[in-house]
């Protein structure tokens, strides 16, 4: 590459080119107004106080989205999900122009968001860059001499493009400014530099200050990797005494009042919500809803027959300003319509856990009436039949709806769905639906659609999250306790469920406006404090969130105490641990080698040893199988012959997938609570659904290999426990500790503990170590059928002498009822520390009376330690999201700077 001369001046690149189509038309994966016009609009005039004017454009403006249109889903890296893999960092911006305006009708306005999306299959330019506006409709595209330099950049995913207008559009084109985004990777980045010098596409001046202020940035922000968080107390005793006092005064006591929650800082403040009007009591309902639940009751009714601001009005309605009778401004995206948008009809429920959400949900469908058609709920299965029975057990017995729970049952049309008032279905079902050709849930008009623990859907880029967008509804309702999990951009799905308007469901621009603001500026950064005021204006519409806490709830909870004990490794724990590390800090170095000469290294392969870490920490038994190892031994068999000596291998291998989480190939729902069973083929399934591809096709959706219902294994019995070489092989340092927090709880009198692990293998040992102990305990998790699940918890419930519940979290972490516990030992911690709180809150919640105590088992110094460190900077805005698993169980890109911290 011939060296670029300092201070080149750099091309002009625009060109008044044709029309990159036939005929001018909007496409087809957007729609325009029937009120826009292509005439040039005239200036927008004063802009609203937190927005940035014209004279503040800059590099740090916010640039719209870039897609690769038609790519291939399993092979193309979006850039713009700045929450997987390296962040993104500004390298320069470009003014130029965007030509062919006269051919498009989308409506342009100067300081307006643009969508700029590749276009490589267009017919008249392999290299087309097109334009749209935040409604989809497109405005032109790039020039040709533009798009000659950039498009390579873009199909090999070095580059990003986001842009905004800058002047009016014309009769032939319409001004605007680029800016090019590209990897933060210090030595990829000074050699992307070098190109695109080379390329007269940015001078070395611009890319010498960008670099210099995403330096600051970083430092100023503690983004730099190998950054830590504030360390939290220090270590307690190897030796504990198992008196609960002394265990107390050699632990660490945690704040439980989380208000650094995204959820919490953009909500209403308490002395708003103790003044809501209240509804009238729904004359169905046998049960007297409290001053709060009909407080909520009159929102939702509310928010379901939104109303547009007046003209002229300070106030703005889902982001929506109006300026006159036919003048509409988005206040996130900078757009301006001139007919009336459509609004949300519906939001957000995000009460704390126990706080009754399903009972204001019913009290909502049945104090309207159902006249107006079914509402169709859609929750995890393993709280379906609780719906069904809180609406049974909440209504008068002579006004009890038409319910029927569709789920593992035989396929209904459309209009049999219609004849019930309230249908009750799961994440699977709409999933599986979407992937077939029978039109049955998507083909109802419903009144309403409620999706229960929304958060399930925070992928937008799932399946299951893009079949509940297609269901058609009247209005639609999200409700969960934790809107945000990871990181801001869980919001993103929700808000495409809720069909928000404007441009800020794109996930490119809501990239733009809300998460890298929000993730890599300075707090009192422009940018910065608009995404902030975006994101406090939606909470507040869309949003209505009342906390356990809080005064004027009144709930009388007894209080809550949560405690972190520390715990030291056994010398042949910490060899093997030691060791363990040793290989995963190689393989990370391995990784960022390869990365930085442009070569692909083994991601899973660190993933999987930080997993490896984790579990460690628990025991070491967990770690003596891999999944590949075991499966490797069937490596020249496509179908595996199940005979005594085959079938065990199998269930370790699904016990290893359970335990990382896998999902269902089918549905996509955990399989950990969707009955489990690995295939002769070893593909792993719920259990409903490979039996019905069985049914139906008799082949493995997977490899299309034949299969009968003989061909299903299922996982180790329950009863089966598994047998050890010695009486000490259950023992582990965390066991031992846990041993001691037990005998000292239940030394008094009524006290029943909750133990959750992540893993059930974990939970085989611990209810080994518990019988050596002389511990009688029950058990729930993923494998255990429903009946078998329902009598551990009436057990726990109604039996003295069950005073030991060991549960899987993630079966356990919704949908259930566990206040005849008071304390709660969290064995393992999760990256996401929203899923322990709805742990916790099976317990602390409504119907408590007795003090609640949490234990979190930490070993000191190993990656347990930093995971909480992690989940610290998640509360508190400062880190960027982990998430375990993505559709279809491929491990999700983590930030390798987080990565690399847990392997400090």
């Known amino acids: 590459m011939a060296p670029t001369k300092r201070g080149r001046e750099v091309i002009d690149l625009t060109d008044d080119a044709e029309p990159r189509t036939k005929n001018a038309r909007v496409p087809s994966h957007g729609t325009s107004s029937s009120s826009q016009s292509t005439a040039p609009r005239q200036s927008q005039g004063s802009r609203d106080s937190w927005s940035t004017p014209s004279s503040s454009l800059g590099n740090s403006r916010y640039p719209a989205s870039f897609q690769v249109l038609n790519a291939d889903d399993d092979e193309a890296i979006d850039l713009t999900q700045d929450d997987e893999g390296p962040s993104l960092e500004l390298y320069g911006t470009m003014d130029t122009k965007i030509v062919g305006v006269r051919y498009y009708n989308g409506v342009a306005t100067p300081h307006e968001l643009v969508a700029v999306r590749r276009e490589p299959g267009n017919p008249y330019d392999e290299n087309a860059i097109r334009i749209d506006n935040v409604m989809g409709a497109q405005i032109g595209h790039l020039g040709r001499k533009v798009v000659e330099k950039l498009a390579g950049y873009v199909d090999r995913n070095e580059l990003v493009l986001e842009g905004v207008l800058t002047g009016e559009k014309g009769l032939w084109d319409c001004p605007m400014r680029l800016f090019l985004y590209g990897t ?87 002395e708003t919500l103790k003044a809501m009007p209240k509804a009238d009591q729904p004359t169905i309902l046998k049960s007297q809803l409290l001053p709060y639940q009909l407080q909520g009751l009159a929102w939702m009714a509310a928010r379901e027959k939104p109303q547009l601001p007046a003209p002229n009005s300070d106030n703005s309605v889902q982001l929506w300003k109006r300026s006159s009778a036919t003048r509409y401004t988005n206040l996130a995206t900078g757009f301006i319509s001139t007919s009336a948008p459509s609004l949300i009809s519906g939001g957000i429920l995000a009460d704390d856990m126990g706080l009754g959400k ?163 500026l300075h707090h009192s950064h422009p940018d910065k404090i608009k995404a902030i005021k975006v994101l406090g204006h939606l909470m507040q519409d869309l949003c209505l969130r009342r906390k356990k806490d809080m005064m004027f709830i009144d709930l009388n909870l007894p209080p809550k105490t949560e405690y972190i004990h520390r715990i030291k490794f056994g010398k042949s724990e910490q060899i093997k641990y030691d060791a363990m590390m040793s290989e995963a800090q190689g393989e990370l170095e391995k990784y960022q080698s390869k990365s930085s000469h442009g070569q692909k290294g083994r991601y899973t392969s660190i993933l999987e040893r930080l997993l490896r870490l984790r579990q460690i920490c628990n025991h070491w038994a967990l770690c003596k199988d891999r999944v590949d190892d075991l499966l490797a031994l069937f490596e020249d068999q496509k179908v595996v012959a199940l005979d005594d000596k085959n079938v065990p291998i199998l269930q370790q291998a699904l016990q290893l997938m359970i335990d990382s989480q896998e999902e269902c190939a089918i549905c996509y729902e955990s399989i950990s609570i969707h009955e489990p069973c690995i295939t002769a083929c070893k593909h792993v399934f719920g259990k409903p659904c490979i039996a019905k591809a069985i049914e139906m096709q008799g082949k493995c959706p997977m490899c299309r290999s034949e299969l009968q219902a003989e061909s299903l294994v299922d996982p180790i019995p329950e009863t089966q426990e598994e047998e050890f070489e010695a009486d000490d092989t259950c023992r582990s340092s965390k066991t031992e500790a846990l041993v001691k ?59 003295p002498k069950t005073r030991i ?52 088992l930490v070993i000191e110094d190993s990656i347990e330690e930093r995971v909480l460190d992690i989940q610290s900077e998640k509360r508190q805005l400062v880190s960027a999201a982990f998430q375990e698993k993505t559709k279809g169980g491929k491990a999700k890109e983590t930030r390798m700077a987080d990565i690399s911290k847990l392997l400090s």
């Open 184 to 270: 933060s990777h210090p030595l990829t980045r000074l050699r992307l530099e070098e190109r695109l010098k080379a390329d007269r596409l940015l001078k070395a001046t611009q890319l010498k200050q960008t670099r210099k202020e995403s330096e600051a940035r970083r430092k100023a922000t503690g983004l730099q990797s190998g950054t830590s968080s504030a360390g939290l107390a220090t270590a307690v005793c190897q030796e504990q005494e198992t008196a609960l006092q002394q265990l107390v005064a050699t632990s660490e006591t945690l704040e439980t009042q989380r208000t650094d929650d995204l959820t919490d800082v953009f909500a209403s403040n308490e």
């Open 358 to 520: 399903t009972l204001q949900i019913i009290s909502l469908v049945l104090a309207e009436g159902t006249d107006g058609g079914p509402t169709l709920i859609v929750a995890p299965v393993s709280v379906l039949s609780n719906w069904e029975q809180q609406i049974r057990f909440h209504v008068n017995k002579d006004q009890i709806p038409h319910i029927v729970v569709y789920h593992g049952c035989k396929p209904m049309s459309g209009a049999e769905l219609r004849k019930f008032d309230v249908v009750i279905t799961s994440y699977g079902m709409v999933g599986q639906e979407s992937k077939s050709s029978g039109q049955r849930l998507l083909a109802v008009d419903w009144r309403r659609v409620v999706l229960d623990e929304g958060h399930t859907i925070r992928n937008p880029k799932s399946r299951v999250a893009a079949a509940v967008c297609n269901l058609k509804a009247q209005s639609r309702w999200v409700l969960t306790g934790t809107p945000i999990i990871n990181s801001v951009r869980d919001f993103l799905s929700i808000l495409r469920f809720l069909k928000l308007s404007g441009g800020l469901e794109d996930d490119g621009l809501f990239s733009q406006v809300i998460t890298r603001p929000m993730k890599q």
């Open 741 to 799: 927090i037990l005998e000292a709880t239940l030394h008094k009198e009524g006290s029943k503990v909750v133990i959750f692990s992540q893993w059930t293998s974990f939970l085989n040992i611990i209810q080994m170590r518990l019988k050596q102990a002389n511990l009688a305990c029950t058990r729930i998790d993923g494998s255990m059928a429903k009946k078998h699940r329902d009598a551990a918890i009436e057990s726990l419930n109604t039996d």
């Open 805 to 856: 519940l060991l549960a899987s979290l993630s079966v356990c972490s919704v949908g259930l009822n566990l206040v005849s516990a008071d304390t709660v030992v969290l064995a393992d911690s999760w990256w996401a520390p929203a899923i322990e709180d709805q742990a916790v809150d099976r317990v602390h919640r409504l119907g408590q009376t007795r003090e609640t105590t949490v234990w979190r």
